[in-house]
């Protein structure tokens, strides 16, 4: 098939990778190249650098809607026009498409959604699955339309979630098997054999932009549940609590065996030789691993040796918007 895709991060490379294998690559559209690490320098899109290496054309623009006549937009959407593709294949491209845009190819366009839809629908949906301790979740490949991945299903494939996977891991095996897929849906497609499910929207649930304050871990829950989001945003961005106002990441916990009561939060052992232990919602929380503020990722008995936690104490947990967005 005729095929332009569209994406940016690295979720998107498999499926591309794919695409170029099995099908005609007419153009690939992704996000403007970006600033970014210290020096602010100019960094291209995962999607872009595996393009340029096919020797396939490159398309950054900034919209693609033409409100305000967007002169550039009205351009770049005759161009797409012109290129007479079957269809449009998305996988995480980070602009809207306005109607005319969907509704140009001969089969529309469709997405490569990391969630078994309607489940998470929305920009997050890998990271909630792991916070809300989901075991199972998988792709979905859905014809597109002007709703937020509220569109028909073609296909689903599910994927078994480890009780100790992390976003990172899941993240790869998702666009692995999100390559796989959108080389099944488009055979269907093209044999004319696939079937288009609505979607239940009543059994919807969103998965929003995560923000830094989102990993702010809430010592009130049960320990199973801090587990959860510490794994949800690891690496980024990055479970923390706060400690007399400065920030601590906390990368891993256990869930401990104690008696004692106190205010969830709450430093109770605070030991070199014992490590780091506070109190949970359902009782207590071995912290194992965690970092300052411009230090490195260690175990709390090593951290221990070098700074302290005042027993008694307790890490705050209460959301300030105003100061941590």
């Keep these: 098939m005729r095929i332009v895709f569209m994406g940016t991060p690295d979720f998107a490379v498999p499926p591309l990778r794919q695409l170029l294998a099995h099908h005609e690559v007419l153009a690939v559209f992704t996000q403007p190249d970006r ?3 210290r020096g602010y320098k100019l960094q291209i899109s995962p999607v872009k650098a595996l393009a340029q290496e096919a020797g396939v054309e ?9 409100k305000r006549q967007n002169n550039a937009a009205k351009e770049i959407r005759d161009y797409l026009a012109k290129l007479d593709a079957d269809i449009f294949v998305v996988a995480a491209y980070g602009l809207i ?4 845009v969907l509704d140009m190819p001969r089969y529309g366009c469709i997405n490569i959604h990391a969630s078994l839809l309607p489940k998470y629908r929305g920009a997050s949906p890998i990271h909630m699955a792991i916070k809300d301790g989901e075991a199972v979740t998988g792709i979905t490949i859905m014809q597109m339309d002007v709703g937020i991945d509220t569109g028909d299903m073609i296909l689903q494939r599910q994927l078994n979630i480890s009780p100790d996977e992390r976003t990172p891991s899941l993240h790869d095996r998702m666009a692995t098997l999100g390559g796989e897929c959108i080389i099944e849906a488009l055979a269907q497609i093209e044999a004319g054999t696939a079937m288009y499910t609505p979607q239940d929207h009543f059994a919807s649930s969103h998965a929003p932009m995560i923000r830094k304050i989102d990993a702010l871990i809430n010592w009130a829950w ?3 549940k801090i587990s959860n989001l510490i794994r949800a945003f690891d690496p980024w961005p990055g479970p923390y609590t706060l400690y007399k106002d400065a920030v601590i990441k906390v990368w891993q916990i256990e869930k401990a065996k104690t008696t004692e009561t106190a205010p969830p939060g709450t430093i109770l052992i605070a030991d070199p030789a014992k490590g780091l232990l506070v ?4 009782g207590g929380a071995w912290i194992r691993e965690l970092q300052a503020t411009g230090g490195k990722r260690m175990q709390a008995t090593d951290y221990l040796r070098g700074r302290s936690f005042e ?3 307790c890490f705050e947990y209460e959301k300030k918007e105003s100061n941590n967005e």
């Design 279 to 282: 109190s949970t919602g359902d």
């Design 58 to 66: 490159v398309l950054q623009p900034q919209t693609l809607s033409i």
């Design 97 to 100: 498409l306005p109607k005319a």
């Design 311 to 313: 027993v008694g104490e």
């Design 35 to 37: 600033p970014a690490g």
């Design 222 to 224: 049960p320990t199973a």
